[in-house]
Protein backbone atom coordinates (compact mmCIF):
# COMPACT_ATOMS: atom_id res chain seq x y z
CA UNK A 1 0.00 0.00 0.00
CA UNK A 2 1.48 3.47 -0.94
CA UNK A 3 2.00 6.02 1.90
CA UNK A 4 0.68 9.28 0.74
CA UNK A 5 3.56 11.32 2.60
CA UNK A 6 6.28 9.34 1.94
CA UNK A 7 7.29 10.69 -1.34
CA UNK A 8 7.88 14.94 -1.79
CA UNK A 9 6.04 16.56 -4.58
CA UNK A 10 8.28 17.43 -7.05
CA UNK A 11 8.88 21.22 -7.18
CA UNK A 12 9.02 23.23 -10.15
CA UNK A 13 10.62 26.83 -11.00
CA UNK A 14 8.80 29.39 -8.76
CA UNK A 15 6.84 31.54 -10.66
CA UNK A 16 8.30 33.88 -13.11
CA UNK A 17 12.01 32.96 -12.00
CA UNK A 18 12.15 32.01 -15.58
CA UNK A 19 11.53 35.29 -17.15
CA UNK A 20 13.86 36.56 -14.65
CA UNK A 21 16.80 34.43 -15.92
CA UNK A 22 16.54 35.61 -19.53
CA UNK A 23 17.11 39.06 -18.45
CA UNK A 24 19.77 38.13 -16.39
CA UNK A 25 21.44 36.23 -18.89
CA UNK A 26 21.52 39.07 -21.72
CA UNK A 27 22.15 41.92 -19.46
CA UNK A 28 25.14 39.73 -18.48
CA UNK A 29 26.05 38.80 -21.67
CA UNK A 30 26.51 42.21 -22.80
CA UNK A 31 28.07 43.58 -19.85
CA UNK A 32 30.81 40.23 -20.69
CA UNK A 33 31.60 42.20 -24.04
CA UNK A 34 31.42 45.41 -22.27
CA UNK A 35 34.12 44.85 -19.77
CA UNK A 36 36.22 42.58 -21.84
CA UNK A 37 36.84 45.54 -24.02
CA UNK A 38 37.26 48.18 -21.20
CA UNK A 39 39.72 45.06 -19.58
CA UNK A 40 42.11 45.09 -22.75
CA UNK A 41 42.02 48.79 -22.75
CA UNK A 42 43.00 49.82 -18.89
CA UNK A 43 45.07 46.52 -17.99
CA UNK A 44 42.72 46.12 -15.19
CA UNK A 45 43.36 41.89 -13.78
CA UNK A 46 39.95 43.39 -11.80
CA UNK A 47 37.91 43.82 -14.81
CA UNK A 48 39.21 41.32 -16.80
CA UNK A 49 37.87 38.79 -14.00
CA UNK A 50 34.25 40.54 -13.62
CA UNK A 51 34.24 40.14 -17.19
CA UNK A 52 35.02 36.52 -17.32
CA UNK A 53 32.73 36.11 -14.23
CA UNK A 54 29.55 37.91 -16.48
CA UNK A 55 30.70 35.52 -19.46
CA UNK A 56 30.25 32.27 -16.83
CA UNK A 57 27.10 33.92 -15.18
CA UNK A 58 25.26 33.73 -18.81
CA UNK A 59 26.62 29.87 -19.56
CA UNK A 60 24.91 29.43 -15.99
CA UNK A 61 21.83 31.26 -16.69
CA UNK A 62 21.72 29.23 -20.05
CA UNK A 63 22.06 25.93 -18.46
CA UNK A 64 19.50 26.65 -15.58
CA UNK A 65 16.74 27.90 -18.25
CA UNK A 66 17.98 24.15 -20.26
CA UNK A 67 16.93 22.35 -17.20
CA UNK A 68 14.14 24.41 -15.75
CA UNK A 69 11.63 22.32 -16.39
CA UNK A 70 13.19 19.11 -15.51
CA UNK A 71 12.89 17.56 -11.82
CA UNK A 72 15.23 17.63 -8.73
CA UNK A 73 17.60 15.62 -9.71
CA UNK A 74 18.88 17.21 -12.93
CA UNK A 75 18.29 20.62 -11.25
CA UNK A 76 20.74 19.32 -9.01
CA UNK A 77 23.58 18.19 -11.49
CA UNK A 78 22.60 21.51 -13.08
CA UNK A 79 23.69 23.12 -10.03
CA UNK A 80 27.10 20.90 -9.66
CA UNK A 81 28.39 22.15 -12.71
CA UNK A 82 27.82 26.09 -11.97
CA UNK A 83 29.41 25.12 -8.49
CA UNK A 84 32.29 23.47 -9.68
CA UNK A 85 32.49 26.36 -12.60
CA UNK A 86 32.55 29.23 -10.31
CA UNK A 87 35.42 27.34 -8.09
CA UNK A 88 37.17 27.39 -11.44
CA UNK A 89 36.77 30.78 -11.93
CA UNK A 90 38.06 31.58 -8.81
CA UNK A 91 41.60 29.54 -9.26
CA UNK A 92 41.94 31.25 -12.47
CA UNK A 93 41.44 34.85 -11.37
CA UNK A 94 44.11 33.70 -8.56
CA UNK A 95 46.68 32.82 -11.25
CA UNK A 96 46.04 35.81 -13.66
CA UNK A 97 46.53 38.11 -10.65
CA UNK A 98 49.91 36.47 -9.86
CA UNK A 99 50.81 36.49 -13.34
CA UNK A 100 50.47 40.43 -13.98
CA UNK A 101 51.93 40.74 -10.26
CA UNK A 102 55.29 39.61 -11.83
CA UNK A 103 54.97 41.24 -15.52
CA UNK A 104 54.79 44.89 -13.21
CA UNK A 105 51.56 46.05 -15.43
CA UNK A 106 49.62 49.35 -13.76
CA UNK A 107 45.99 49.90 -15.30
CA UNK A 108 44.25 52.80 -15.79
CA UNK A 109 41.95 53.72 -13.43
CA UNK A 110 39.39 56.60 -15.01
CA UNK A 111 38.22 53.23 -17.30
CA UNK A 112 38.11 51.06 -14.58
CA UNK A 113 36.11 53.61 -12.15
CA UNK A 114 33.52 54.19 -15.50
CA UNK A 115 33.18 50.84 -16.67
CA UNK A 116 32.60 49.21 -12.66
CA UNK A 117 29.91 51.39 -11.98
CA UNK A 118 27.90 50.49 -15.17
CA UNK A 119 28.70 47.02 -14.24
CA UNK A 120 27.87 47.42 -10.44
CA UNK A 121 24.02 48.90 -11.84
CA UNK A 122 23.61 46.38 -14.33
CA UNK A 123 24.13 43.86 -11.30
CA UNK A 124 22.46 45.12 -8.71
CA UNK A 125 19.50 45.49 -11.10
CA UNK A 126 19.45 41.41 -11.35
CA UNK A 127 20.19 40.68 -8.11
CA UNK A 128 17.19 42.45 -7.04
CA UNK A 129 14.97 41.13 -9.89
CA UNK A 130 16.54 37.64 -8.27
CA UNK A 131 16.34 37.97 -4.59
CA UNK A 132 12.74 36.45 -4.29
CA UNK A 133 14.75 33.56 -5.29
CA UNK A 134 16.88 33.04 -3.09
CA UNK A 135 16.16 30.17 -0.62
CA UNK A 136 14.57 28.33 -3.48
CA UNK A 137 16.39 24.97 -4.92
CA UNK A 138 20.38 24.42 -4.98
CA UNK A 139 20.04 25.75 -8.89
CA UNK A 140 17.92 29.25 -7.55
CA UNK A 141 20.53 29.42 -5.14
CA UNK A 142 23.26 28.98 -7.22
CA UNK A 143 21.63 31.92 -9.66
CA UNK A 144 21.50 34.23 -6.45
CA UNK A 145 24.49 33.77 -5.37
CA UNK A 146 25.94 34.65 -8.85
CA UNK A 147 24.46 38.35 -8.71
CA UNK A 148 25.24 38.85 -5.36
CA UNK A 149 28.64 38.05 -5.87
CA UNK A 150 28.92 40.43 -9.14
CA UNK A 151 27.44 43.20 -7.06
CA UNK A 152 29.53 42.92 -4.27
CA UNK A 153 32.71 42.14 -7.28
CA UNK A 154 31.62 46.07 -9.29
CA UNK A 155 31.90 47.66 -6.26
CA UNK A 156 35.12 45.91 -5.01
CA UNK A 157 36.53 47.22 -8.44
CA UNK A 158 35.39 50.52 -8.09
CA UNK A 159 37.60 51.08 -4.91
CA UNK A 160 40.31 49.33 -6.97
CA UNK A 161 39.98 51.99 -9.40
CA UNK A 162 39.89 54.47 -6.24
CA UNK A 163 43.10 52.97 -5.25
CA UNK A 164 45.59 52.81 -8.24
CA UNK A 165 44.26 56.52 -9.11
CA UNK A 166 45.48 57.51 -5.10
CA UNK A 167 48.88 55.03 -5.23
CA UNK A 168 49.92 54.93 -8.78
CA UNK A 169 50.06 51.21 -8.05
CA UNK A 170 48.64 47.59 -9.29
CA UNK A 171 48.32 46.39 -5.86
CA UNK A 172 44.53 47.62 -5.15
CA UNK A 173 43.52 45.67 -8.68
CA UNK A 174 45.54 42.77 -7.96
CA UNK A 175 43.91 42.59 -4.11
CA UNK A 176 40.50 43.18 -5.57
CA UNK A 177 40.92 40.77 -8.06
CA UNK A 178 42.26 37.96 -5.36
CA UNK A 179 38.99 39.00 -3.15
CA UNK A 180 36.64 38.25 -6.32
CA UNK A 181 38.59 34.60 -7.04
CA UNK A 182 38.06 33.71 -3.23
CA UNK A 183 34.59 34.86 -3.49
CA UNK A 184 33.78 33.04 -6.51
CA UNK A 185 35.88 29.71 -4.82
CA UNK A 186 34.01 29.82 -1.68
CA UNK A 187 30.42 30.49 -3.19
CA UNK A 188 31.52 27.38 -5.36
CA UNK A 189 32.08 25.22 -2.82
CA UNK A 190 28.96 26.28 -1.20
CA UNK A 191 26.59 25.81 -4.10
CA UNK A 192 28.27 22.24 -4.46
CA UNK A 193 27.66 21.07 -1.17
CA UNK A 194 23.63 22.67 -1.89
CA UNK A 195 23.55 20.32 -4.93
CA UNK A 196 24.47 17.46 -3.71
CA UNK A 197 22.19 17.75 -1.21
CA UNK A 198 19.53 18.04 -3.42
CA UNK A 199 20.44 15.28 -5.85
CA UNK A 200 21.06 13.02 -2.68
CA UNK A 201 17.27 13.74 -1.82
CA UNK A 202 16.18 13.38 -5.64
CA UNK A 203 17.89 9.88 -5.84
CA UNK A 204 15.99 8.81 -2.33
CA UNK A 205 12.74 10.01 -3.64
CA UNK A 206 13.16 7.93 -6.91
CA UNK A 207 14.46 4.91 -5.07
CA UNK A 208 11.04 5.35 -2.85
CA UNK A 209 8.85 5.60 -5.96
CA UNK A 210 10.20 2.73 -7.62
CA UNK A 211 9.91 0.31 -4.42
CA UNK A 212 6.04 1.73 -4.49
CA UNK A 213 5.60 0.90 -7.94
Given at each position: ?98 WVLQSGV ?19 GVAVMLF ?82
Amino acid sequence: MACSCSVPEPQGPAPGFRKALWIALWVNLAMFFVEGLASLQSGSVALMADAIDFFGDSANYLLSLSVLSMGMLWRGRAALVKGLTMATFGLVVWGRAIWVLQSGVTPEPLTMGLVGLLALVANVGVAVMLFKFREGDSDMRSVWLCSRNDAIGNLAVMGAALGVFGTGSAWPDLIVAGIMGTLALTAGISVVRHARSDIANARAANRLVAQEN
